[in-house]
């Protein structure tokens, strides 16, 4: 997901909410998203949302989150 904190922007992994990618200036939102991709994360859409996720959830099921 996309975090908003005084004026930066963050991108946290939808699955497991804790790996990250280092925040940019709000208004840099496509250097944020080509920084994820050339970490390996996975951007795609669900349902019309956007879903983020880090290199470790995409090898395993994103079910996981259900055993929390
Ligand atoms: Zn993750």
Not at 13 to 31: K, N, Q, R
Not at 39 to 50: D, I, M, P, S
Request: aromatic share 8%; charged share 30%.
């Amino acid at each position: 997901m996309i975090n908003r904190t005084y004026g930066k922007i963050e991108l946290t992994c939808d699955a497991c909410e804790l790996d990250s990618i280092a925040p940019v200036d709000a208004e840099d939102f496509d250097i944020l998203v080509d920084n994820a991709r050339n970490a390996n994360w996975k951007l795609c859409k669900e349902k019309g949302q956007w879903k983020h996720y880090c290199p470790d959830c995409q090898r395993q099921p994103i079910s996981r989150r259900s055993l929390l």
